[in-house]
């Protein structure tokens, strides 16, 4: 599993965030809202420090990971992170 960030997510991050090297930004399973995996559970985002990283990927300095306890969520999928312009905000895909 890995996770992808396109320009122009990083650009949100940077923007939205203020995200700067040192940063750490955890994707983690909430209860409530749905995903194409679990009926009830959603995908959300926080500047968190790592307690138990189960993957990782670090773009300019900045770490995005998913902690091995939310590991479950994402059904051995890759999570691919990108921008929905009409929106503003964060989208997220889970590929193979």
């Not at 300019?60 to 999570?79: A, P, R, S, T």
């Amino acid at each position: 599993m890995n996770i992808a960030l396109t320009d122009e997510a990083l650009q949100w991050f940077k923007q939205e965030m203020e995200v700067e090297p040192g940063d750490t930004i955890r994707f983690y399973a909430r209860y409530g809202g749905s995903s194409p995996f679990h009926e009830g559970f959603s995908l959300g985002m926080t500047r968190e420090e790592p307690i138990a990283i189960g993957v990782q990927t670090e773009i300019d300095g900045v770490i995005y990971y998913i902690d091995e306890k939310d590991l479950w969520f994402f059904n051995d999928h890759n999570l691919h992170v990108d921008v929905d312009t009409s929106k503003d905000e964060l989208q997220y895909d889970y590929r193979t």
